[in-house]
C-alpha cells in the first residue's frame, strides 16, 4: 500500500509565509510526480503546483511567484514553500503523487487527506 502523508499548514497573517510537507511511504517502485491541489469552500479543487522527479515544476496562475515547490525524489517527500500568502489562499491543500507502485506496471495518482491552510486577513 501507498500512503501520502501531509504535514504543516495552520493559521497565517495576510503576507505571510507558511511551508507544506508530502511524505510518500509504502511499496513505492517508481514516483513520477507530486504536487498539491487546493479546494476553497464552495469551489472546485484546482492545481496549486506539480513537480516532476526531473525537478520540472507547473504552477497554477493564482500562486506563480509567490508559491515553491520542490520533491526530493528519493526520499519522497515533496515542499510547498508560500510566501505573500492572501485571504484568497484558503482552504485545505491535497498532496497528490503520481507513482508507480511495486506491485504494478502502471503508474497511478493517490492523494492524501488534506491539510487546513488559512489566511487571515
Known amino acids: 500500500q501507498v500512503h501520502l502523508v501531509e504535514s504543516g499548514g495552520g493559521l497565517v497573517q495576510a503576507g505571510g509565509s507558511l511551508g507544506l510537507s508530502c511524505a510518500a511511504s509504502?511499496?513505492?517502485?517508481?514516483?513520477?510526480?507530486m504536487g498539491w491541489y487546493r479546494q476553497a469552500p464552495g469551489k472546485q479543487r484546482e492545481l496549486v503546483a506539480n513537480?516532476?522527479?526531473?525537478?520540472?515544476?507547473n504552477y497554477g496562475d493564482a500562486v506563480k511567484g509567490r508559491f515553491t515547490i520542490s520533491v526530493d525524489s528519493v526520499q519522497k517527500i515533496g515542499d510547498l514553500r508560500m510566501s505573500g500568502l492572501k485571504p484568497e489562499d484558503t482552504g485545505v491543500y491535497y498532496c497528490?503523487?503520481?507513482?508507480?507502485?511495486?506491485?504494478?506496471?502502471?503508474?497511478?495518482?493517490?492523494w492524501g487527506q488534506g491539510t487546513q491552510v488559512t489566511v487571515s486577513s
Open positions: 509504502g511499496s513505492i517502485f517508481r514516483l513520477k510526480t
Open positions: 513537480i516532476d522527479s526531473m525537478g520540472r515544476a
Open positions: 497528490n503523487a503520481f507513482l508507480t507502485p511495486v506491485d504494478s506496471d502502471l503508474p497511478r495518482t493517490y
